[in-house]
């Protein structure tokens, strides 16, 4: 029960993960994720140090490379879209990784879809396209961080649902995944965007984002799917995206047009009709 609890945690820090970001604005994407992932990296490791447990880092390369992929590759499709995207409607595309986990489980663990897992995923598939063919426009540049959105739910998904073939890994690991994470965002930071200065705000939202959402979230996460009930954490994963965009909307982030609210509902609901089937 513990270890779900600390699943539950994660969930509480990931649905603070929009709001923050956008206190990020106008930092570039991979300059926020090396900020963000230096602060979880150096923590985690001085906390893993302490414990007498660096042992824990060595692992295979295909353990580094999933955990690596996995965090890095998230992160920076997420910052991305909600650079280049409105936050609200990227913010819930970025959700179908709950659906998508229940999807690939079968293929990937061998577990049985069944109708009603399917029918789940088609409400959740149903939500998005409404979303963005529901009468709003958006600029162009927009189409490439809804893009990006939906890259973060397959990265995502697929992390989640290998972690459960990895469960022999120790949960310190994730301390090196997130430090080397901050050393490729930072090389790609250099190579492809220009640096900004941050200013107190985004200084505060870099260290929030990787004390929480992109710091302490993994490593209750990794816990709660390798330890505990992934059934029941599946089940209340869905609560995420309402509670997420809801904080948005009342930052002001976003609005509550109908379309929004009827994709939350499908995409929300869907999720909760997928992930409580027998």
Same mark, same amino acid.
């Given at each position: ?125 149903? /939500?998005?396209?409404? &979303? %963005? *063919?529901?009468? @709003?426009?958006?600029?162009?540049? $927009?189409?490439?961080?809804? #893009?990006? =959105? ?77 330890? /505990?009930?992934?059934? &029941? %954490? *599946?089940?209340? @994963?869905?609560?995420?995206?309402? $509670?997420?965009?809801?904080? #948005?909307? =009342? ?28």
């Amino acid at each position: 029960m513990n270890a779900t609890l600390c699943g539950i945690g994660a969930l509480l820090l990931w649905a603070t993960l929009a709001l923050l970001s956008k206190l990020a604005t106008g930092l570039p994407p991979l300059q926020v994720t090396a900020m963000s992932f230096s602060v979880a990296g150096t923590l985690g490791l001085a906390i893993v140090a302490a414990r007498g447990r660096l042992g824990a880092l060595r692992q295979p390369p295909l353990v580094w490379a999933h955990g690596v992929g996995g965090l890095f590759g998230y992160h920076a499709l997420y910052f991305t879209a909600l650079a280049y995207a409105p936050a609200v409607e990227a913010n819930l595309l970025n959700y179908l990784w709950p659906l998508l986990i229940v999807l690939f489980s079968a293929p990937i663990l061998g577990l049985r879809l069944g109708p009603r897992r399917l029918a789940g995923v088609a409400l959740g598939f149903a /939500g998005c396209a409404l &979303l %963005l *063919g529901g009468g @709003a426009r958006f600029p162009a540049e $927009a189409y490439f961080g809804f #893009l990006c =959105a939906v890259g973060c739910a397959l990265v995502w998904s697929l992390y989640s649902v290998i972690a459960k073939r990895l469960s022999a890994v120790p949960t310190e690991a994730v301390a090196g995944f997130c430090a080397v994470s901050a050393i490729l965002a930072l090389a790609a930071h250099l190579a492809f965007e220009p640096s900004v200065l941050p200013d107190a705000r985004q200084w505060l939202a870099a260290v929030l984002l990787g004390l929480g959402p992109v710091g302490a979230a993994f490593f209750l996460w990794d816990l709660g799917m390798k330890r /505990g009930d992934p059934r &029941l %954490l *599946g089940t209340l @994963a869905y609560a995420v995206p309402v $509670a997420s965009t809801l904080l #948005l909307i =009342a930052a002001g982030a976003g609005s509550l047009s109908w379309n929004v609210a009827a994709a939350l509902a499908l995409v929300a609901g869907g999720g909760w009709l997928a992930a409580t089937a027998r």
